[in-house]
């Protein structure tokens, strides 16, 4: 079984020994410490989503069943009929809100609202692709599920619309030399 903590501890050393690589060895060029510590945040966002998302990863000698969830928002029905919202839902919802603030910040080209959308459905996909193969392979217990995709493209979707928030506020500072170094976009 790989574990989630084993896998988070491993990541996030091998992330730190990187930051300290990356410093020393480009210590001389100039680069704005900002858009360094935006980009070392993004990437420990991905290992916390690959954790929340893959792991625990349980070999079974006999894989489970793949459950497979075609039927778009049928966590609206669910929700009605159960008289809940479940927090797997706003735990979707959230997961890729950050993707949606990182993808334009760090990357000129996600700066476009549809280009963001995209990048969101192929990850949220992907993912949800990796769950079901995995099911089919290793017998991980996870399934594929469009409300997932549904969910999680909408989070990144409000985090984009809140990158443009920051965008619009942070203007008011275009003078501020920290801010000209990263170049947020504006």
Do not use: C
Request: net charge positive; proline share 4%; glycine share 4%.
């Amino acid at each position: 079984m790989i574990d989630q903590e084993f896998f988070h501890l491993s990541a996030t050393v091998f992330l730190v020994i990187y930051v300290i690589y990356d410093l020393t060895r480009y210590r001389l060029r100039k680069r704005s410490l900002l858009r360094m510590f935006v980009f070392y945040s993004f990437i420990y966002y991905m290992i916390h989503v690959i954790k929340f998302t893959l792991l625990p990863i349980m070999f079974t000698p006999f894989p489970f069943p793949a459950s497979v969830q075609l039927i778009p928002f049928y966590f609206v029905f669910d929700s009605i009929e159960s008289g809940y919202i479940g927090s797997a839902y706003w735990q979707n919802f959230i997961l890729l809100f950050p993707l949606g603030v990182f993808s334009p910040l760090l990357f000129r080209r996600l700066r476009n609202l549809k280009l963001t959308i995209l990048t969101a459905f192929f990850v949220s996909t992907s993912i949800e692709t990796i769950q079901l193969i995995m099911s089919l392979t290793i017998g991980s217990n996870r399934t594929f599920n469009v409300d997932d995709i549904i969910l999680n493209t909408s989070g990144a979707i409000i985090g984009y619309f809140i990158y443009k928030i920051l965008i619009i506020t942070l203007r008011k500072f275009k003078n501020s030399y920290l801010l000209n170094k990263f170049d947020f976009g504006l």
